[in-house]
């Protein structure tokens, strides 16, 4: 058997419990004030109090360690979303759905602004890793939305107006992600004071009902004018 480097044994013995936490913590907090160019895995470790070393040992690299803070944060409120099932009352559904979006605002004030920063850079300048969010939990997620919508709209066939739906569902709670720090400076408690979470969350739920009722009244007026065009149409060419 080859022996241990003396490098990876000195990694070993600095890993201890907390120490990967406390790189992601340190990470996301560096990347959200100076950008994944302009951080660096030095001082990430050293603000962590680990050896850089670790980095590699956890993460592969710079890029492996941004990966994993800009992902952790959206694995996490996919993995309390509820399942897209049209047979759940919506009511019920949309409280579980806007709850597991809502959950970063009840973070620690450090820890949201830095999930806020990070989520705003990555809009503004984004890299590679976006691309793979989207593709790896994003995407898949939207479609089974798009699907149950369908369903409770009475839609056989996917269109672009159950995607603008959905799209609206999720922007509701997205502004709350980029616009929170925002929101709280004009108007101070409203996503942090007491009550703030329940708050916000009942009005949510109340304004996707309203959406998605809305979209349903336009499917079928749509079908009525259709059934009352049909015949009219058909009286016009007996006359003929």
């Known amino acids: 058997m080859r022996a241990m480097s003396k490098s990876n044994k000195t990694i070993q013995n600095e890993e201890g419990p907390g120490r990967r936490e406390r790189l992601l913590t340190e990470a996301s907090r560096i990347f959200a004030l100076k950008g994944f160019d302009k951080a660096s895995t030095r001082e990430i470790a050293q603000a962590a109090g680990a050896n850089i070393g670790l980095i590699a040992y956890y993460f592969g690299d710079k890029l492996g360690l941004y990966r994993e803070v800009m992902m952790r944060p959206v694995a996490d409120v996919i993995a309390r979303m509820p399942e897209a099932d049209a047979s759940v009352p919506l009511r019920e559904w949309l409280e579980s759905f806007y709850g597991a979006f809502l959950q970063p605002l009840q973070l620690d004030e450090e820890a ?6 990070l989520c705003g850079r990555e809009m503004i300048e984004p890299t590679a890793v976006y691309q793979d969010i989207c593709t790896e939990y994003i995407a898949p997620r939207h479609l089974e939305l798009v699907q149950m919508l369908a369903q409770r709209c009475g839609v056989t066939e996917i269109d672009t107006e159950l995607h603008q ?7 509701l709670a997205h502004d709350y992600w980029m616009s929170a720090d925002h929101m709280e400076a004009l108007v101070p408690g409203m996503v942090r004071g007491p009550g703030a979470y329940d708050r916000v969350l009942g009005r949510l739920v109340g304004y996707g009902e309203a959406l998605i009722e809305h979209e349903r009244a336009l499917r079928q007026a749509a079908k009525t004018k259709a059934v009352v065009v049909k015949p009219e149409k058909a009286k016009r060419a007996r006359k003929i």
């Not at 949201?112 to 920063?117: N, P, W």
């Open 112 to 117: 949201l602004a830095s999930l806020l920063r």
């Open 165 to 171: 739906l959905a799209f609206g569902l999720v922007a």
